[in-house]
């Protein structure tokens, strides 16, 4: 079973295309919802409820979306893991979503839980909007470096 | 004269041409095209979930649409001025491609949702918003996007004979 055919996803475009959908999708989900507590933090977006609140009610969605779409992320890396891991772009993405997930889970939903000064709350938001960004940029340059 | 003929003057457009052979605009737009998918996909669904009221049930649901009308409003334009120029700058390939019209059409079924759900559940004017309208609207609403975004990824497989 050494040949790249035996993986299944390499065996079927269907099932290629469909994994690719599914970690499109599940990325939306994750940074979309991150990107709402983000708006609340820059006191934009649902401002009846707190930060807080708005990122407890997101947090199952959002665990949710990264599980889905680092899963579906795997299962694309292993049609190819030699190429993909060689390449400096992907290694560039891996970084950043290291990073970007360690500020979520940390700093980001930290802030979001107390009351911090304005200044704070804001930059956090636009530092988690860029490390968020910045994570799709490089996952559509690889393609393209 | 065909679609595809169609398609072949309009990415033959300068600007068009510049975009399908730059090295960097191309990425640059389709990026930008898939981050703001993201950032207007977190909005949709979350006011698709408060529709259906399985979270944030404490805000009103009117008050979280209008709240996020302006951010998906210019997440939508930039959303749509970017996808326009990928297609326009291949417009040969993606006029005649059966997920390319698929996905158009779809857009097309998201244009009468809105319209239809507009008094009904989007602007209702102080009127109380029906349990059934919400859930109509939600669940067609996250469905037309989803397979929005499934079109939008499979224009890349298909093979012209």
Request: aromatic content about 12%; charged content about 15%; overall charge positive.
């Amino acid at each position: 079973m050494s040949e790249a055919s035996a993986n299944f996803l390499n065996a079927h475009e269907w099932a290629y295309g469909m994994t690719e959908v599914a970690h499109i999708v599940a990325l939306a989900v994750a940074i979309g919802l991150i990107a709402v507590v983000d708006l609340r933090l820059l006191n934009q977006g649902i401002v009846h409820a707190t930060p807080g609140r708005v990122l407890r009610a997101t947090a199952i969605g959002t665990l949710i979306g990264f599980i889905v779409a680092i899963t579906t992320g795997f299962m694309i890396f292993s049609t190819d893991p030699a190429r993909y891991f060689a390449h400096p772009t992907m290694r560039l993405k891996l970084v950043l979503l290291l990073v970007a997930l360690g500020f979520n889970y940390t700093i980001h939903s930290r802030v979001a839980r107390g009351s911090r000064s304005r200044v704070v709350c804001r930059s956090v938001a636009v530092v988690s909007l860029a490390l968020w960004m910045s994570v799709v940029f490089s996952g559509i340059f690889y393609a393209f470096t | 004269m065909t679609l595809a003929s169609v398609g072949r003057t309009l990415q033959e457009l300068r600007g068009f041409t510049a975009v399908r052979e730059s090295a960097y605009v191309y990425p640059v737009i389709l990026s930008t095209h898939v981050a703001c998918i993201a950032l207007f996909g977190g909005l949709i669904l979350l006011t698709n979930v408060r529709l259906l009221e399985w979270c944030l049930t404490d805000v009103p649901v009117d008050e979280m649409i209008e709240r996020f009308r302006p951010w998906k409003q210019l997440g939508f334009v930039v959303m749509v001025g970017c996808g326009s120029l990928l297609a326009a700058s291949k417009a040969a390939e993606y006029f005649v491609n059966p997920f390319f019209q698929i996905k158009m059409a779809l857009l097309g079924a998201i244009g009468v949702h809105g319209t239809y759900f507009r008094r009904r559940v989007y602007r209702p004017a102080g009127a109380a918003i029906s349990a059934g309208n919400a859930r109509a609207a939600a669940v067609l609403s996250l469905a037309l996007w989803v397979a929005v975004a499934t079109m939008g990824r499979w224009i890349a497989y298909y093979d012209a004979p």
